[in-house]
């Protein structure tokens, strides 16, 4: 039971931060820019047009992290969370590893925990467990599509930044 309950635990956590960090760019919740903020930023970064960026990923991150949090949907909240953190850290991995940086650091523990979840499951203390919904001998197959969708999903993303050339 110390298992489970430290997989709850972690759950809660991992996919409430990561709601969080949507409802600050699609809300203004929590201290964040909200919407046109976020927008701006992304279009500094090379996301254009940003208020598109900035609505996808905002709703990625709140799905994401309500799903792992309540223990719901098998793998699909971890591909959602896999899919923006690849987008996270093609943008951090130019400013090195520590988060103090802007590094990759934050992003790629996301991406872990978010693929832990999806290949482990959610635990006893899930509504997945709850509702009969977890599928212990059919659990790969689903893990692999959501992971592999969600990172092919965040390289297509990052692929269409447009990162402007330094100049003189």
């Known amino acids: 039971m110390v298992s489970s309950l430290g997989l709850f635990v972690a759950r809660a956590i991992v996919g409430l931060s990561l709601a969080s960090h949507g409802a600050q ?38 799905t994401a992290g309500t799903l792992m949090a309540l223990g719901l ?26 988060g103090q940086n802007g590094g990759l650091e934050f992003p790629m523990l996301y991406a872990l925990a978010a693929m832990t979840f999806g290949a482990t499951g959610y635990g006893p203390l899930s509504l997945d467990h709850a509702l009969g919904l977890e599928k212990p001998l059919g659990r790969a197959p689903l893990f692999w599509l959501a992971i592999t969708a969600g990172v092919a999903a965040g ?11 330094e100049g003189p």
């Open 73 to 98: 949907g098998g793998p699909i909240g971890p591909g959602l969370a896999l899919s923006v953190m690849t987008v996270a850290m093609s943008v951090s991995a130019e400013k090195g590893f520590y």
């Open 25 to 62: 760019k699609q809300l203004g919740w929590f201290g964040g820019p909200g919407p046109q903020g976020a927008a701006q930023f992304f279009e500094s970064i090379g996301f254009a047009p940003g208020d598109q960026h900035v609505s996808r990923a905002s709703i990625s991150e709140m």
């Open 155 to 165: 390289l297509v993303t990052a692929s269409n930044r447009r990162v402007q050339a």
